[in-house]
């Protein structure tokens, strides 16, 4: 069973940074493909980013893309989330996924989840 635990979250003004980390309790990390996913009270949970297994491919929801980089370190079994210049409509639950199959934007298909960790951006 994989287990997934974010931890980087807080409160930050309008344009600061964060940078969010994701461990996995599983000794394949570098089998599974990565996403991080967000979800604001009222709305449904949207994809934000992917990454495959060796790190050379990524994919950004056109919201993020150029303020926010994903990026992994298979030998310590963590995915990231570098968030700069960021916005108070990026306010939200943000949860990290891991899926063996394929690197997709489609939260159903993920197997595996995270509790999330709250990012709060004040205008």
């Known amino acids: 069973q994989v287990q997934l635990v974010e931890s980087g979250g807080g409160l930050v003004q309008a344009g600061g940074s964060l940078r969010l980390s994701c461990e996995a309790s599983v000794r394949t990390f570098s089998y599974y493909n990565m996403g991080w996913f967000r979800q604001a009270p009222g709305k449904e949970r949207d994809f934000v980013a992917a990454i495959n297994r060796s790190g050379g491919l990524t994919s950004y929801a056109d919201s993020v893309k150029g303020r926010f980089t994903i990026s992994r370190d298979n030998a310590k079994n963590t995915v990231y989330l570098q968030m700069n210049t960021l916005k108070p409509e990026d306010t939200a639950v943000y949860y990290c996924?891991?899926?063996?199959?394929?690197?997709?934007?489609?939260?159903?298909?993920?197997?595996?989840w995270g509790q999330g960790t709250q990012v709060t951006v004040s205008s």
């Open positions: 996924a891991a899926d063996l199959a394929t690197m997709t934007r489609n939260a159903y298909q993920y197997d595996h």
